[in-house]
């Protein structure tokens, strides 16, 4: 019997081996956020480094698996918020900016997740959190990692294949001791480490710009290097940040200091971790394509119903229909057409093949209007009389037309 159930433990863990790979290789690049202790800005630079790459064009996750302090959902205004599931899969809420975004906070109404999973079950959950949230394809993975260097964050580091560190770290904890812990755990754990960030380093004042070192400042900067490590930056302690964080706003959306800095600090990490999507090229080929689709709407053909060189009343009863090229805004041609027999759907058809994008009438059944916007063509009714053909065509161009009542709604 005992052989049985350390059998089935070995089994039921090989399957969690493969629920992590599976989820895992759909990420590109996985950055875990840590700091050697709590409260130096760790959730702060998570959130923000998020919600910085998804604005740059990435397909972004948040994870929050810091279970003593989960804060990501309160940063980005998604506190009280439920995560969805169904047998397999946790599924993420989709917050600012188009980030994915799950907390351990949002598995349970409960507020201290910590209470909920005690001791050797932590590990459990977290491994079990990591392996069966649905992300679909991302470029990023954030995660906001438990602090210290204890099982918890191990048990992070050691479950994320192919993950790399971010260290978030305050100018009085800079003492070499701590860098070396960090980088220590890291080797141990063979997880790359991208770089250091000295957040509330100094405090620029907002009223006269001078600058004050709040904490007595560690020389982080060498430190790291000397280490081999890549110090990314420091970011001030800025009012903004507490007030944005408190409001579920990210602070980098700001003109302040920190987001200056912060943005910087950004560029670094992209610049280390580039995912092979080319999101420049991608945004260029878009606003072409838009570009292109609008050149191609400046050449169309609008049609008009006319009766007595007027716009005609009755579409479906008109003597004949005005089709007016227009080419970047300027009428180049215009000709006068009978149209065929009044026969329900053939006169779209037939417009369609004279090749009309818009048709101006006064008057229009809805069926009708259906009927013409199934074969592409763009439908204005409601068109006043008064005005002369060049006058509707010359303000619709410009959008001024006025268009009253349905003069026929039948
Ligand atoms: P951690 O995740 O390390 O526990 P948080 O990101 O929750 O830390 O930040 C702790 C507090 O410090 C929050 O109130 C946050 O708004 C504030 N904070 C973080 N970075 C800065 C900064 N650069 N300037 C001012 N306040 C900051």
Redesign the pocket.
């Known amino acids: 019997m005992p052989e049985d159930k350390t059998w089935s433990k070995q089994q039921e863990r090989q399957e969690q081996e493969q629920a992590i790979a599976e989820t895992l290789s759909h990420i590109e690049n996985k950055l875990i956020v840590m700091?050697g202790k709590?409260?130096?800005?760790?959730?702060?630079?998570?959130a923000n480094l998020a919600e910085a790459l998804a604005m740059q064009g990435y397909r972004v996750g948040l994870m929050d698996v810091?279970l003593h302090?989960p804060?990501i959902f309160k940063?980005l205004g998604l506190e009280g918020q439920l995560l969805t599931h169904d047998d397999q899969y946790i599924f993420p809420i989709t917050g600012p900016v188009g980030v994915k975004v799950v907390s351990m906070a949002g598995l349970t109404a409960e507020k201290d997740v910590a209470i909920i999973w005690r001791g050797p079950r932590k590990i459990g959950a977290i491994r079990q959190f990591i392996a069966d949230v649905k992300w679909g394809e991302l470029d990023y993975l954030v995660i906001?990692a438990p602090?210290g260097t204890g099982d918890e964050p191990l048990t992070v580091a050691q479950t994320v294949n192919g993950a790399k560190a971010i260290i978030?770290t305050t100018p009085q904890q800079l003492a070499v001791i701590d860098i070396r812990r960090s980088i220590t755990f890291c080797k141990q754990v063979e997880m790359p480490v991208v770089g250091i960030i000295e957040?509330?380093s100094g405090f620029t004042c907002p009223h006269c710009g001078k600058a004050t070192e709040v904490f007595k400042v560690g020389g982080g900067k060498e430190t790291a290097e000397s280490m081999d490590v890549r110090f990314l930056g420091a970011?001030?302690?800025?009012?903004e940040?507490?007030a944005n964080?408190?409001q579920g706003k990210a602070y980098l959306c700001g003109y302040s200091e920190?987001a200056k800095s912060f943005g910087e600090i950004v560029s670094r990490i992209i610049e280390e971790e580039t995912p092979k999507r080319d999101v420049k090229k991608e945004k260029n080929n878009k606003q072409s394509e838009t570009r292109g689709q609008r050149n191609k709407e400046k050449k169309m053909k609008i049609a008009v119903p006319v009766n007595d060189g007027k716009l005609s009343e009755h579409f479906g009863h008109c003597e004949k229909f005005a089709i007016i090229e227009v080419e970047n805004g300027e009428v180049k041609q215009q000709e006068l057409l009978a149209p065929p027999p009044h026969e329900p759907g053939l006169l779209p058809r037939w417009l369609k093949e004279q090749g009309a994008g818009v048709i101006i009438a006064g008057g229009m059944g809805r069926r009708a209007q259906d009927l013409f916007t199934e074969n592409g063509i763009k439908v204005i009714f409601g068109a006043s009389q008064e005005n002369g053909l060049d006058d509707l065509v010359r303000n619709y161009l410009e959008g001024k037309l006025e268009t009253g009542d349905n003069i026929c709604d039948h």
């Open positions: 700091s709590g409260g130096v800005g760790k959730s702060t630079v998570a810091d302090g804060s940063l906001d602090p978030v957040n509330m970011i001030p302690l800025d009012a940040v507490v964080s408190d920190a």
